[in-house]
């Protein structure tokens, strides 16, 4: 889209081989209607699916668990331990501004809010919360049917990874 100013009082829009001439209140209309397309987020009310697989990674003897056997590959070249066993798996269905939430072992709380879409990625904000303290906090963006394998705290001689995943 082009933009002409002829007279202070016109404009003429240009939409390929089409052009319109605008004129008083059209003008601020036009104006209107831009400015407020650009405030609302395209996503706002996109139920999304959000799953979470929690890993329990650690160093011993060579195990993977049936259940990530399709992660493996990944989970080995970026963490590098020998054994992968899966504790848990939550699906959520959320809209932008809803809180999820997954319990995890040792007490623990994960929370997942989504807080946009932008540009064909979604923004997660995810806190860990142990004893109502904040231990971990970080944001991600996924693009859609995508997954992203985060590491976590301590736990069992091993660490805690979130595998998660969303489609929207």
Same mark, same amino acid.
């Given at each position: 889209?082009?933009?002409?100013? $002829? ?6 829009? %240009? ?5 319109? %001439? ?54 080995? $070249? ?46 997660? %904000? ?19 049917? $995508? ?19 969303? $489609?929207?």
């Amino acid at each position: 889209m082009r933009m002409y100013s $002829s007279m202070p009082q016109s404009m003429i829009i %240009r939409f390929g081989s089409d052009i319109f %001439r605008l004129k008083g209140m059209a003008i601020f209309v036009m104006t209107a209607f831009l400015l407020a397309v650009q405030a609302v987020p395209v996503h706002s009310a996109t139920c999304m699916n959000v799953v979470v697989k929690t890993i329990l990674a650690s160093h011993g003897k060579t195990y993977v668990d049936p259940g990530i056997s399709g992660l493996i590959k990944e989970l080995q $070249s970026v963490f590098g331990y020998s054994s992968y066993q899966l504790l848990g798996d939550k699906e959520m269905k959320l809209r932008i501004g809803e809180q999820g939430e997954v319990i995890l072992p040792g007490k623990r709380l994960l929370k997942i809010l989504p807080t946009k879409v932008t540009s064909g990625r979604v923004e997660l %904000r995810l806190a860990i919360i142990k004893d109502k303290k904040v231990i971990f906090q970080t944001v991600i963006q996924l693009k859609n049917k $995508s997954s992203i394998t985060v590491g976590g705290p301590k736990h069992k001689g091993g660490v805690l990874l979130f595998n998660i995943f969303s $489609s929207f």
